[in-house]
């Protein structure tokens, strides 16, 4: 039972939704099955609460009734009183009745709410009511709880546990069968209208009707579970989110993705997201109620309500409420389990919630990279000799083609390249001092040096300087302190590089950079010739790639057999794939594959491929030349990360393409690195990739490895610029949408200044409309993050029949998997709609993405009068754009 409205996540389907159901894989339990045994009586519950409804009225020490006619918020069409003929003990049972009010009263029908708020409340335990639900279209009782304080903030942020609710039942479903769903539902996350819900739906066994009979619904709730039963049997869990931490104890992901909150952080006062027990760590009290109609009965199965239904009333049946505490550790409410088989599986009773993954954060201000010299000099960076009199100069190397030379003369000098407006030569450029800040994490300045003469002094160190706000402030070093921490060698090409966070923790300023100098010591160098090339300061590729093989090895991650003592080959195959990998495994048991541990031959260079989760995947192209000689040989892959602390094996089956290796033939095997990651691999030090018959079965087996890589590939496609959604017609792969009214919105002649824009017209079922993307159709509006907005212009033509109807904006993206919704107030222009006038709308992309849009998949935007209040209106858009202004 909702605290307040609902808000229905993507309208196309939300009316359905409401029968929550998981779906697969698995993930890890915190139960401990050592202490329960599932097919044994539980004996540690302890009663400590209960009301078996003996007496001859409601009893005021445990009860309390709410007497209003608000109904939650829910468009509910009672008011609740404390009336006996609404509510009474009688028979041994208490009686909810719902019937029709008085003429003239404020909502049609009266029914009872009943709550235990500062009279019993609980945290952890089980929660149980045995009861005959009412029937009839319109009919909705409940049995749930809410928090006695909301510690965490407001409707959702400190919870909602639903314990049983059912809409309807015995009305026909779409199949023509009588409506039998139970549902037990969580409700959390950010504050209405972004909240969010988890939960299932259950029938009862052998085709009974709830409405028939006296069944036991409840709950076990301990710490960080609860678990839903119906007589006894355990149909649903749901658990707090499982937060997964790499090797640098960063959050990447979720390996359980469970219920969330977000509220006000204590000591920062800012708003944040957390994945804990919270809310679900708080007392809550009990409530029992019967409404009827509301936004949810309303729009399923036969719609709306059926008076029949009500007229003589509708009795909500409750045989008793008993509540008992786990004697084991009440203060968990662990060691009472009433478990089966499944109910932690994904696939069986496991829900899985509605948590958003935890991301790294965005790298803050300041660029991403500037290349100062690669063989080309920029114009913004030129080449300098402080005070040697030299001019450094463009040569040609043999091994790598351009490179920049700098000599020492007998006059002391520093050389380098120099980014300060008197240094400034070329025509097109100019001063661009390097703002590091953003990259204070990853960035480096890095480049490599081949000496070709060294100083004459044998005395002589070689040294890296950097400046930064025209030398108020510096830092110097020896070149040996880098990285790679070695010295220079006569004829030898070697890198160098320095981490950003090693200068700014010894006080340089990194947020602009203007000098790095590479030289021997003042006054120490005269002799010296030295080349230099690909001088930078960046970051890494916010997408990475890792090519463990393509036309040939990469040298820090070269081929690998395990334990049979052979030695993987590269040979020539077809024309399209040219140098291959080769494997060949004898009669020793053995894996093989591309590993970078230097025990085994690699550079030490594991890959991190944390910040492609989405989108990433593994994927090669393989050809048994020779299948192993047991038939029964299975393929696999197995990856393993940060010196095998995790390992993920999986069979090669298991690959998007679904296929089985076929002998003599080159076929492709993708797999996403978010499965990887949902299977337990910590991403961000990937050191071994294993392609191999399983253990011991693969003797015999000849097979090669090409285009072998761990890459985003959606990291090629640059996101669009921008999309007109509506400029004299509907923009392709695109439609004018009327979610659940049945209308088909139409393109109409305006004025002469807006020609053909698109109208719509609400009649008497609840809608919402706007435009809407074909399925597999998204816009990606990263690039307009910083700028970019959504704008449109409306004309409303007939205003809703309800004068207190709000007028709305709402975009979602990737398949409603976030969303945003606000009043046409909050744009820009901050007005709100008039009747016959054109008026401009304009919500701003950054305020979408701070609101929690992920703006990367964008692929519905709606404009219209708040749920169930639009009857009556008539609204024409046009100029709809997503685009810088």
């Keep these: 039972m909702t605290h307040a ?9 939300g009316l359905s939704a409401l029968a929550l159901s998981g779906c697969g894989g698995s993930t890890n339990t915190d139960t401990d099955l050592t202490k329960v045994d599932p097919t044994q009586p539980v004996s540690d519950w302890v009663m400590v609460w209960s009301d078996e409804f003996d007496g001859t009225s409601i009893d005021a020490n445990k009860w309390r009734h709410e007497v209003n006619c608000a109904g939650g918020g829910n468009n509910e069409k009672q008011c609740y009183t404390d009336s006996d003929e609404n509510s009474f003990v009688a028979d041994g049972l208490l009686h909810i009745v719902a019937k029709p009010a008085p003429e003239g009263s404020e909502k049609p029908y009266t029914s009872a709410r009943l709550n235990t708020r500062y009279k019993a409340d609980f945290k952890y335990g089980r929660f149980e009511m045995r009861a005959k639900l009412p029937a009839g279209q319109g009919a909705w009782p409940a049995f749930w709880m809410m928090p006695t304080d909301e510690v965490y903030g407001g409707w959702p942020r400190s919870g909602e546990i639903d314990i049983v609710e059912s809409v309807n039942l015995k009305a026909s479903t779409v199949d023509g069968q009588p409506e039998a769903n139970v549902y037990g539902t969580l409700h959390y996350g950010r504050e209405w209208p972004n909240n969010a819900s988890s939960g299932k739906a259950y029938l ?23 678990r839903w039963y119906v007589d006894n049997y355990l149909y649903a869990t749901q658990r707090k989110s499982e937060v997964r931490y790499n090797s640098k104890d960063e959050a990447v992901g979720l390996a359980h993705k469970g219920w969330f909150t977000e509220y006000f952080d204590q000591v920062t006062g800012e708003l944040k997201t957390f994945w804990t027990t919270a809310p679900y760590d708080q007392q809550f009290y009990m409530i029992l109620n019967f409404a009827v109609g509301g936004n949810w009965p309303e729009n399923v199965n036969e719609l709306g309500i059926d008076e029949a239904a009500f007229a003589n009333g509708n009795t909500f049946a409750i045989d008793y409420v008993r509540v008992y505490e786990c004697a084991s550790n009440p203060d968990t409410g662990k060691g009472c389990e009433t478990v089966r088989p499944g109910y932690d599986k994904l696939d069986d009773a496991l829900v899985e919630g509605a948590a958003p993954t935890p991301t790294l954060p965005p790298v803050g201000g300041g660029d991403t990279n500037v290349n100062i010299f690669d063989g080309t000099l920029n114009p913004n960076w030129p080449a300098w000799d402080c005070c040697g009199g030299s001019t450094p100069t463009i040569v040609s190397d043999e091994e790598r083609g351009d490179v920049m030379q700098f000599t020492v003369g007998n006059q002391p000098t520093v050389n380098g390249f120099i980014s300060r407006e008197e240094f400034i030569t070329d025509a097109n450029g100019k001063a661009s001092p390097f703002d590091a800040s953003g990259i204070i994490d990853n960035g480096t300045v890095s480049f490599k040096m081949k000496v070709v003469s060294a100083p004459s002094n044998p005395d002589s160190s070689w040294l890296f300087k950097i400046e930064s706000v025209g030398a108020s402030t510096a830092y110097e070093v ?15 090409w070697q890198d160098y590089t320095f981490p950003i966070s090693v200068l700014a923790e ?4 990194i947020s602009a950079l203007d000098v790095v100098m590479i030289f021997p010591a003042w006054g120490t160098g005269e002799g010296a010739e030295y080349l230099v090339d690909e001088v930078q300061i960046g970051a890494p590729s916010t997408s990475p790639e890792l090519v463990l093989f393509a036309d040939g090895e990469n040298p820090d991650w070269p081929m690998w057999d395990c334990c049979g003592g052979s030695t993987p080959t590269e040979e020539l195959d077809d024309d399209a794939h040219g140098l291959v990998a080769e494997f060949k495994i004898g009669a020793s048991p053995t894996v093989m594959g591309f590993i970078t541990r230097s025990a085994n031959g690699g550079s030490d260079k594991p890959f991190d491929a944390t910040s492609i989760i989405e989108n990433g995947v593994l994927s090669f192209e393989m050809k048994v030349v020779d299948a192993p000689l047991n038939p029964d040989s299975s393929w696999l892959i197995k990856l393993e990360s940060d010196n095998a602390a995790t390992a993920v094996e999986l069979p090669i089956t298991e690959s998007i393409e679904g ?62 610029d921008e999309l007109t959604l509506f400029m004299n017609t509907v923009a392709d792969n695109w439609s004018i949408w009327d979610c659940c009214g049945g209308s088909t919105p139409t393109e109409e002649q305006d004025d002469e200044a807006h020609g053909t824009v698109a109208q719509y017209v609400i009649g008497s079922q609840p809608t919402v409309m706007g435009f809407f993307a074909d399925d597999g159709v998204y816009f990606d509006a990263s ?22 109807s709000q007028w709305l904006f709402k975009i979602e993206s990737g398949d409603a998997s976030t969303a945003v919704e606000l009043p046409l107030s909050a744009s820009v222009e901050g007005e709100t709609p008039r009747t016959g006038e054109w008026q401009t709308y304009t919500f701003t992309m950054q305020e979408l993405f ?28 046009d100029n709809a754009v997503i685009a810088n202004p």
Excluded: C
């Design 5 to 13: 409205a609902r808000n229905i996540a993507s309208y196309a389907v």
């Design 850 to 877: 701070s609101r929690g849009l992920d703006i990367s998949a964008i692929d519905v935007v709606m404009v219209f009068p708040a749920w169930g209040t639009g009857e009556g209106a008539v609204y024409r858009i």
């Design 204 to 226: 009862l066994p052998d085709g009974a009707n709830p409405a028939d009979d006296f069944h036991d619904y409840a709950i076990e709730w301990q710490e960080g579970e609860i």
């Design 783 to 804: 690039n307009l993050l910083e700028t970019g907005v959504v704008r449109f212009e409306m004309k409303v033509v007939d205003m809703p029949i309800n004068p207190d």
């Design 478 to 492: 020896a070149l040996n302190t880098s990285v790679e921490g070695v010295d220079p060698v006569v004829g030898q």
């Design 506 to 509: 010894a006080g340089l300023d």
């Design 659 to 720: 296929v089985a290796p076929t002998t003599g033939q080159w076929q492709t095997f993708t797999f996403p690195i978010q499965s990887l990651v949902s299977k337990g691999l910590d991403v961000s030090a990937i050191d071994v990739v294993m392609i191999f018959p399983a253990w011991g079965t693969g003797e015999g087996a000849t097979y090669r490895v090409d285009n072998a890589k761990i890459y985003d590939p959606s990291a090629e496609k640059p996101a669009s």
